[in-house]
T-cell receptor, first 115, second 112 residues
């Protein structure tokens, strides 16, 4: 079955540290890829998206993600995190499965940034 | 503000009761999705509607049902509530099959 894996469930970093959150998906066809962020007590917000073209996409708040097709990966990065980046991050894949587009989320990664 | 409106924000009810959660999608969005988010199970897809018709079902219990009305708003009905149904329920919408989902602020359901 198609799935999205986020291997890091909890990440703790100090401010100014670099961040990389892993996301791998299992689907061999064309996909659209997304990262969402959920701040404490809030709803999911779109951070960035990949549809086609340059595999390095830039999103809001200094985040970027790289699509590596050969590795079925779409890792999220930020060079220097801030305390305000403390949140849960979800990777998602949108792909045509059995005649309809399915939106599949990973299990999320909780990031805590220490001031 | 995502443009997706959910009401109510909070709901506290007793076991065995029935509640209705409401969602108004972004203007122009035909697809509505419902998700349940709890601490132990994460974000679980419940059901999807497209222009009034059910499109896909996820981990939705038989005690739960949903529908999308001609004006495209959607309602999620939860009945015979159990303590384990306490969770955040999110609605999301999107304009087309390739578009990103936009989430509402959620309804926090507490079953006592």
């Amino acid at each position: 079955a198609q799935s999205v894996s986020q291997h890091n469930h909890h990440v703790i970093l100090s401010e100014a540290a670099s961040l990389e959150l892993g996301c791998n998906y299992s689907y061999g066809g064309t996909v659209n890829l997304f990262w969402y962020v959920q701040y404490p007590g809030q709803h999911l917000q779109l951070l960035l998206k990949y549809f086609s073209g340059d595999p390095l996409v830039k999103g809001i708040k200094g985040f970027e993600a790289e699509f590596i097709k050969s590795k079925f990966s779409f890792n999220l990065r930020k060079p220097s995190v801030q305390w305000s980046d403390t949140a849960e991050y979800f990777c998602a894949v949108n792909a045509p499965i059995a005649g309809t587009y399915k939106y599949i989320f990973g299990t999320g990664t909780r990031l805590k940034v220490l001031a | 503000d995502s443009g997706v409106t959910q009401t109510p924000k909070h709901l506290i009810t007793a076991t065995g009761q029935r509640v209705t959660l409401r969602c108004s999608p972004r203007s122009g969005d035909l697809s509505v999705y419902w998700y349940q988010q709890s601490l132990d199970q994460g974000l679980q897809f419940l059901i999807q509607y497209y222009n009034g018709e059910e499109r896909a079902k996820g981990n939705i219990l038989e005690r739960f049902s949903a529908q999308q009305f001609p004006d495209l708003h959607s309602e999620l009905n939860l009945s015979s509530l159990e303590l384990g149904d306490s969770a955040l329920y999110f609605c999301a919408s999107r304009v087309g099959e390739n578009s990103p989902l936009h989430f509402g602020n959620g309804t926090r359901l507490t079953v006592t």
